[in-house]
């Protein structure tokens, strides 16, 4: 099955500055990469995602960046601020045969200090 | 629309219980799944089903049963609880039937303790 490897698990940046988490994935069959953010106590929520057929995606101070090839894919956030401070998660999506589902890494806690 | 509603949000059981964690889409998804988490070890999935009628097994199934009767609800049951089951339990669902390309909309979880 598919393995998603995610890093750094944890990531201390000063406000203002760019963050970046990295994730690799085993299964050349993937096809779709969902970024979540979960903040403490609460569910992981989407933020933004990317297909197979797309390098890059940006929305505001996000951008989700592909290399099919390496079989990587990364997170950036720009201009952090303390609401970022929260666990992210990358995933793909293992496509195979018949249906899919969704191989979770194991989060990168980002903390966004003042 | 409610969302995805889990219930209990919390819950102790003694080794050896068995109890089912209610799992509820009001968005007419046909993808529902289980996952736990757990420190450390992201979110793992447990059983999933494509529509009703439809289940399968996901990383780490042991220990948990799951059945889908109608389009809304996919309950999951622990036959016979463990320690190491206590987690956090995420019900997530999905409008495309076969997931790709599709995100998951999660609930807000279940803590379970299991003693």
């Known amino acids: 099955g598919e393995n998603v490897e995610q890093h750094p698990s944890t990531l201390s940046v000063q406000e203002g500055d760019s963050a970046v988490i990295k994730c690799t994935y085993s299964?050349?069959?993937?096809?779709?990469f969902p970024w979540y953010k979960q903040e403490l106590g609460k569910r992981p929520q989407l933020i933004i995602d990317i297909r197979s057929n797309v390098g890059e995606k940006k929305d505001q101070r996000i951008a989700v960046t592909l290399n099919k090839t390496a079989k990587h894919f990364s997170l950036h956030i720009t201009e952090t601020q303390p609401e970022d401070s929260a666990v992210y998660f990358c995933?793909?999506?293992?496509?195979?045969?018949?249906?899919?589902?969704?191989?979770f890494g194991k989060g990168t806690m980002l903390l966004v200090s003042p | 629309n409610a969302g995805v509603t889990q219930t209990p949000k919390f819950q102790v059981l003694k080794t050896g219980q068995s109890m089912t964690l209610q799992c509820a889409q009001d968005?007419?998804?046909?993808?529902m799944s289980w996952y736990r988490q757990d420190p450390g070890m992201g979110l793992r999935l447990i059983h999933y089903?494509?529509?009703?009628?439809?289940?399968d097994q996901g990383e780490v199934p042991n220990g948990y049963n799951v059945s889908r009767s109608t389009t809304e609800d996919f309950p999951l049951r622990l036959l016979s609880a463990a320690p190491s089951q206590t987690s956090v339990y995420f019900c997530?669902?999905?409008?495309?039937?076969?997931?790709?390309?599709?995100?998951?909309?999660f609930g807000n979880g279940t803590r379970l303790t299991v003693t």
């Open positions: 299964d050349s069959a993937s096809n779709y």
């Open positions: 089903s494509v529509g009703a009628g439809i289940t």
């Open positions: 997530a669902s999905s409008y495309a039937q076969g997931l790709r390309g599709s995100p998951l909309h």
């Open positions: 968005m007419n998804h046909e993808y």
């Open positions: 995933a793909a999506s293992n496509s195979g045969s018949g249906y899919s589902t969704l191989t």
